[in-house]
């Protein structure tokens, strides 16, 4: 799996969009970026992946730089209820994912 | 409703007294796994099965056993508990080769060895 290099924690505005830095410099031509959330001791959520094109659903955006060595989730409006820790994983289709500490992100009022 | 369904969610047990966690899924996944959370430790892979009958170990599975005789089905089993064991557990499932490989957890079970 490739190692991922996150800040411990950031505090954003309420309503404002929340964008959290991933590094992954190791990862490999078949490795994806997925993210997950973790809500206070509740069962980590998944939230996105991609492979190295710009991905975006109902919950965040992912930003893959193009050499694909960091990528950047995003919050376009963050609530309360989006204050969690934050996981950016690479791993391979087919192999188990390796969760490291996270981003305790805070959203603040 | 799909969802992984861990029991039991809260338990208190003394040192040395068997005890298991079950686990079942009902999304036909065949990955499942199980996680260990401890403070400032992040999320810690304890067994993963990536099909029935095929276990294999994490990185910390000293103290458990598991086993996978069904695929919905993937209990953790602590022989011999001991207070060092005391975690927040999460079973998770996956359908595995998919794209994405997206992973659902169970809600988890606070567990206390006194």
């Known amino acids: 799996d490739a190692k991922t290099t996150q800040p411990t924690s950031m505090d954003c505005a309420e309503g404002r969009a929340a964008n959290l830095p991933c590094n992954h410099s190791?990862?490999?031509?078949?490795?994806?970026v997925y993210w997950y959330r973790q809500i206070h001791s509740q069962g980590p959520q998944y939230i996105i992946h991609g492979l190295k094109n710009n991905e975006t659903n109902e919950m965040a955006s992912l930003i893959i730089t193009e050499d694909r060595k960091s990528s950047t989730l995003i919050l376009p409006h963050a609530t309360l209820r989006d204050t969690a820790v934050y996981y950016c994983?690479?791993?391979?289709?087919?192999?188990?994912?390796?969760f490291g500490k996270g981003t305790r992100l805070s959203v603040i009022a | 409703e799909a969802q992984v369904t861990q029991n039991p969610r809260y338990l208190i047990t003394v040192t040395g007294k068997k005890l298991t966690v079950t686990c079942s899924q009902n999304?036909?996944?065949?990955?499942m796994s199980w996680y260990r959370q401890d403070p400032g430790l992040g999320l810690r892979q304890i067994y993963y099965?990536?099909?029935?009958?095929?276990?294999d170990k994490g990185d910390v599975p000293e103290g458990y056993k598991v086993s996978r005789k069904e695929k919905r089905n993937f209990p953790l089993i602590l022989e011999s508990p001991s207070p060092n064991q005391t975690s927040l557990y999460f079973c998770a499932s996956s359908l595995y080769g998919s794209s994405g490989n997206t992973i659902y957890f169970g809600e988890g079970s606070w567990l206390t060895v006194v």
């Open positions: 099965s990536m099909n029935v009958e095929v276990t």
């Open positions: 999304m036909n996944h065949e990955y």
């Open positions: 190791t990862i490999s031509g078949n490795e994806y």
């Open positions: 994983i690479g791993g391979a289709r087919n192999t188990p994912l390796v």
